[in-house]
């Protein structure tokens, strides 16, 4: 391949951070993966990965430095599955030598993909996924004989999947100034070598859906609302005075029409002052579900869009040399990690053929960052709520989950700590 003409990418407004900010401790990796109900067999995924990658283009790429902005070039790097040796969501850059942004693994029953944030969102990476696992049980199980229109991405061109979404909807704003408060940080020991530790709760999804439902709330709402009292329980009683917040990441694809599979996603902060309101599950969820009517409109979210393109097409900043960004946004992401306590993504529901169904027991998703991270998906009636933290103490996941217990709710763990286990909660 002509190294002069190798096609390349701007990154997105939102990818635009990650690189900056990366880090052994804070790798901005996330993770997907499928828990199919026999083992992996790692040449039928090379196959399905093989084919895969030829539908999304753009995941053939490296990440370069310019003299003003990082971007995305095209590679002739192939792309290779590999067995789980690697701590989860282990750092893709930087890298002692360039790689893909993305991984491929497999261990037992699982496939998972690992993607570096600045390749993609949730939402892209599991368009991804749900074509490599549709593509991998069809080499497994040619007896189905699906056709490729009974997975809808398929159909998406190249161009729509490579869209730089932010750009299409970005309309200069007014100006706008101001921090947001500092909130509540949860306290901790690292755990050594920057490991994660992982524990993944389950729970039907027809259970959470009625307990929800009970309280005229969304599953996400009573999620949040139960992280919100979780992180209370387990706070100082000195530190009560400071609010705690959670940020929700929004797939804007929801609100505004778009087929990319790179980043098209928005943050809201959802908080709650128990010192100054009731520290009562039901009062908190009612906060929650005021905050998210408030801040999920898409007159909110297209200005918090035009806010953060509107820095990235400043003067100033398209002229400032590399180097100085780097330290300009290492800043700019640690005052903005003070206005948050923790971090909680609703993937929602991944649907699959219904022939393959039989073959898949469950979807997982997790992020590596430098504090606690809560994500959640559903596929059938499985709904696999997964916190990753760089921390010893469990005392926040503990709660948590015993809140939900409180709740009715039939909880089975599963953690990566010291050895994995499956166990139902006990109060």
Known sequence: MDRNYLPWWRLDNAAKIFPSTSSAHDSKVFRFFCELEEDVEPAALQTALDKTIEQFPIYRCVLRRGWFWYYLEKSPLPALVCPEQLPPCFPIY??????????????????????????????????????????????????????????????????????????????????????????????????????????????SVKELLTCARVRKATITELLTAALLRSIYEGMPVRSRKKPVVVTVPVNLRNYFPSFSSRNFFAIIHVGYDFGQSSTDLEAVLDQVKRSFREKLTAEKLKSHV??????????????????????????????????????????????????????????GVLTCAGCLQACSVSFGDSFVITFASPYRSRETERIFFQELSHLGLDVTLTTNIEEEVEQNVVL
């Not at 509107?310 to 398209?318: D, I, K, P, S």
């Not at 306590?341 to 027991?361: A, D, H, Q, R």
């Open 94 to 203: 930087p890298s002692p030598r360039r790689s893909l942004l993305f991984r491929v693994l497999y261990y037992r029953r699982r496939i998972s993909l690992e993607v570096y944030h600045v390749l993609s969102d949730g939402a892209g990476a599991l368009d991804f996924l749900r074509v490599l696992v549709y593509e991998y049980l069809c080499v497994r199980h040619p007896e189905d004989n699906l056709p490729a229109s009974r997975v809808p991405v398929l159909g998406i061109s190249d161009q729509q999947k490579e869209a730089d979404s932010f750009q299409k909807y970005y309309e200069k704003p007014a100006r706008r100034f101001g921090l947001s408060p500092s909130a509540y940080q949860i306290p901790g020991d690292r755990l050594p070598r920057n490991q994660l530790a992982i524990l993944e709760g389950r729970i």
């Open 306 to 363: 035009d806010g953060l393109c509107a820095l990235e097409h400043n003067f100033f900043a398209r002229i400032a040399p590399l180097p100085l960004k780097d330290m300009v946004l290492r800043y700019a992401n640690r005052i903005a990690a003070r206005a948050a306590t923790v971090s909680f993504s609703n993937v929602g529901k991944i649907s699959m053929p219904e022939t393959l169904e039989k073959y898949i027991l469950q979807f």
